[in-house]
């Protein structure tokens, strides 16, 4: 895992943390969020404190994936090729958007626009204002939804 963000600092939903989210979204949905890689693992025994937690362990990351989803259904079957690319680490991001191209009868090209339009759009600011089609015809966008 390349990237790690702190559970309390994904607000925005930026795009690096939407592809990063995605990969961990099964982790998510289950109320576990992944440990930070660059720790150490080194506690301190000698120092005790009691830390108390508003709310259950769960709700953190059971709330990041249901605002996650929530977004991706709005962008539907865009949405969910983003969610395809993005859900594992493949070796080569080009071969899976071309083999979904071929599945789905599509150009490479289109496949590689529609994702883009999903990404933008699941990590916007304007997506409560305007439904995923709406954000596409804005004319701002990379592909016409037809």
């Given at each position: 895992?390349?990237?790690w963000y702190n559970p309390h600092a994904?607000?925005?939903f930026t795009k690096a943390q939407v592809k990063?989210?995605?990969s961990v979204l099964p982790l998510l949905r289950n109320g576990s969020y992944p440990r930070n890689p660059k720790e150490s693992g080194y506690t301190d025994t000698g120092i005790k404190s009691r830390q108390f937690k508003a709310?259950?362990?769960f709700e953190i990351p059971a709330s990041i994936a249901?605002?996650?989803?929530i977004r991706i259904q709005r962008a539907g079957a865009d949405g969910l090729m983003l969610e395809f690319l993005y859900a594992f680490e493949p070796a080569d991001e080009l071969f899976v958007m071309e083999h979904m191209a071929q599945c789905l009868n599509l150009e490479r090209k289109e496949v590689t626009q529609r994702i883009r339009n999903a990404l933008g759009y699941v990590s916007g600011n304007g997506r409560k204002?305007?439904?995923y089609?709406?954000?596409v015809k804005d004319g701002r966008r990379y592909l016409?939804?037809?």
């Open positions: 895992m390349k990237d994904v607000t925005k990063w989210l995605i709310g259950a362990s249901a605002e996650l989803d204002k305007n439904s089609s709406q954000y016409k939804v037809k």
